[in-house]
């Protein structure tokens, strides 16, 4: 569940991406927006990562030596299916992409993004959590992430 | 006859000659159609020479057998007629001899009444004598005046004295006509041998010998053992005269020989000993009449042999042109259809390599896009402007930069590759090199590859484009071969002087012994569905256009091993294009 900083929710995200470089600073911009991140070099990491603190969305590259981006997704589903997945990635094809949503992905979206199409889809995400759980639990907490930025 | 044969061969030098100006002819195919014309004409001139010269001598052979058959028996009929005379007439000696005794025959006029009847009976006698014991001449009626002649040391009355019977030699005597002598021996009542001796012309030889039904040129006459001929011969002589040729001395019977007369004539020679007598009738044939039907069969049968090898040649020459033509023909268009393979193959690998590049530099874009998104959210946010942070934000972006410049100028330099260019070349970093397209693909797939580079290796003179698809293309092969997490050498040695190696030797699935001889045909593929058939044969078709050659080695479930060898200069100019 979102955590509490300053008062507010805020989302907890995982980002997930052999690229580190990548990885970390876009971890640093999304701290600067307001999120909870952390970052998963690799699958195994990723995993790892989950045992520890379950994200509210998590963000997934796909090819990732080891575990891939396909496999943590089928898994996550599994132990936390609560836990939104959006895939971002440089090789994304169709089929990917088809895979991924089969397998329960939130969003797929290409390698470069624009911070605010990312912001948006990991909002949305949340959104998505929120309602699916209200939906499970009607008596649970229902506050809203929107507008928070 | 040789006159026309060159006229041919010019003819046909003519064709072969105009047609190397024509159009310059490797040396290849020069010697594959002298080979091609060499093979053809001897096998069917050989067999057709050795037919014409079989049936050739079979046919003179029966052919002459056949012309000789008749003029033997015409010879021998003759030798027999004349055989049959000497006898009557001898006979007719005899008969007298035996007739009336000693006495009587002694009585001048009786034995030239007896002479007078037979001259009317026989004709052709031209004396006849009576020789008493001693060899006196009792009797003689006839032209000469040979009475009380001693004959006693003469050869014929002692010859007819042992024998009892005496024929001569043919001699001139009366009128200078060729005569015979013959004589018979007799006893009278006391016991004392008495000899009749009768002379005879030879005009009745020439009735007997000429009547045979015989064609007009042939010669024939009556030679006597020591080759004196007894009768006129037309071509060899008078009588009397020494026979020109030798006659083997042979059995009775009819012989036929085959020579060439002293005056060079080529003549059948057929002759027939009498048995009883020392004549020996001889017919002379000129070889060219009596063989003319063979020589008439031999010119048309000439005629048609040198029209069937003209024919042949021609034919041999003309088809094997046309082959050897179809053939480079086929040759050309087949470098055209391998050139336009291979670059159409390397287009695909291009293409394939493209789509891999853009999805690698999304990597580096993505970075720079977060970067330059940092850059500007500290900007915005950050009104204390951290230099440090900005410049290492900067210059990260230029390090994605670089990695993106890498990424294309690595596609760029194997896609503008087209043609073939040698140059000096380390093959260690063209295979670095080439790896580089694979390495994102390697690492997400977490292969082990490793490198087993003879760093001292010399530089080879050779097509960098090509040898790049020749080993994209392996490398794309051992990577589809081997599980995620499996292990690639790749290798490089000096194999001699002239040599260099590279080896790539993969640890995936392997191939059958089937599948390892067939696959660098073209249109083999195991990948069914998606494989061309066409990788494996393009790099084996480039690999020896660049003067090298492939080997594979590989066991199934073990893995494959495929190892290159390339010349450190290239081959010929010649070859390549």
Known sequence: MAGEVNGKTTIRILLVDDEEEFVTTLSERMEMRGFDASVAFDGQKAMEALKTRVPDVMVLDLRMPGIDGMEVLERVKKTNPEAQVIILTGHGSYKDEEQARRLGAFDYLQKPVGVDTLVKSIQKAYQQKIESAYAAEPSDESQSPQNRH | ?577
Request: hydrophobic share 40%; net charge neutral; glycine share 6%.
């Open chain 2, 1 to 577: 006859m040789a006159d026309k044969m060159k006229k041919w061969w010019d003819l046909c030098r003519q064709i072969l000659e105009r047609d190397e100006e024509k159009k310059e002819m490797p040396r290849r195919y020069r010697r594959l159609r002298r080979n091609i014309i060499f093979l053809m004409l001897a096998v069917t001139l050989i067999p057709l020479v050795i037919m014409a010269a079989t049936n050739a001598m079979q046919y003179q052979k029966n052919i002459k057998a056949e012309r000789i058959k008749p003029i033997r028996a015409i010879a021998g009929k003759a030798a027999h007629s004349f055989e049959l005379f000497l006898e009557e007439r001898l006979s007719a000696i005899h008969f007298i001899a035996s007739s009336y005794s000693y006495e009587i025959l002694s009585g001048q006029a009786t034995l030239h009444r007896i002479f007078r009847i037979l001259r009317e009976e026989y004709g052709g006698y031209v004396d006849l004598g009576i020789i008493n014991n001693d060899g006196t001449k009792v009797a003689y009626t006839g032209p000469y005046d040979l009475l009380n002649k001693n004959y006693s040391n003469q050869q014929w009355f002692n010859e007819a004295r042992v024998r009892g019977v005496y024929i001569s030699d043919v001699f001139m005597g009366y009128r200078d006509l060729p005569h015979i002598a013959m004589a018979v021996q007799n006893l009278n009542d006391q016991g004392e041998s008495w000899i009749l001796r009768a002379t005879m012309d030879t005009k009745k030889f020439e009735d007997l010998i000429s009547p045979m039904g015989m064609d007009p040129i042939t010669d024939a006459f009556i030679v006597n053992s020591k080759g004196v001929l007894q009768s006129d011969s037309r071509n060899y002589g008078k009588v009397l005269d020494q026979f020109p040729m030798e006659i083997p001395s042979s059995d009775s019977g009819t012989h036929v020989r085959e020579l060439t007369d002293p005056d060079g004539r080529e003549i059948v020679m057929v002759y027939s000993r009498l048995i009883k007598y020392d004549f020996t009738l001889v017919m002379i044939l000129p070889q060219a009449n009596v063989f003319q039907p063979w020589h008439t069969l031999k010119q048309e049968m000439s005629y048609m042999f040198v029209a069937s090898v003209i024919a042949i040649f021609l034919v041999i020459l003309g088809s094997t042109h046309l082959l050897v033509k179809r053939i480079r023909e086929a040759d050309e268009k087949r470098v055209i259809a391998f050139r336009e393979l291979e670059y159409t193959q390397k287009l695909s690998s291009i293409g394939r390599l493209a789509a891999g590049v853009a999805h690698e530099i999304n990597n580096p874009l993505a970075i720079i896009n977060e970067k330059a998104g940092l850059l500007k959210d500290l900007v915005d946010h950050d009104k204390h402007h951290d230099k440090e942070k900005l410049m290492r934000g900067v210059s990260q972006i230029l390090q994605s930069v670089d990695r993106c410049r890498n990424i294309t100028h690595r596609l760029l330099g194997f896609a503008r590759r087209i043609g073939v260019q040698y140059e000096m070349l380390d093959i260690n970093e063209v295979l670095r090199d080439t790896l580089g397209f694979l390495e994102k693909e390697a690492h997400h797939r977490n292969l082990n590859i490793e490198f087993k580079f003879d760093e001292q290796i010399p530089k080879i003179s050779s097509d960098r484009g090509q040898l790049q698809q020749v080993i994209l293309n392996m490398l794309t092969n051992a990577f589809a071969a081997v599980k995620d997490g499996g292990e690639i050498v790749l290798s490089t040695w000096e194999k001699d002087g002239q040599t260099v190696a590279l080896a790539i030797r993969d640890n995936g699935h392997g191939m059958t012994e089937e599948t390892m001889r067939q696959i660098f045909e073209p249109f083999f593929t195991t990948k069914k569905g998606y494989g061309t058939g066409l990788g494996l044969s393009i790099t084996y078709g480039i690999i020896k256009k660049l003067g090298g050659e492939i080997k594979v080695d590989s066991k199934i479930d073990q893995g494959t091993t495929f190892t290159i060898f390339l010349p450190k200069t290239p081959p010929g100019e010649m070859e390549n294009e």
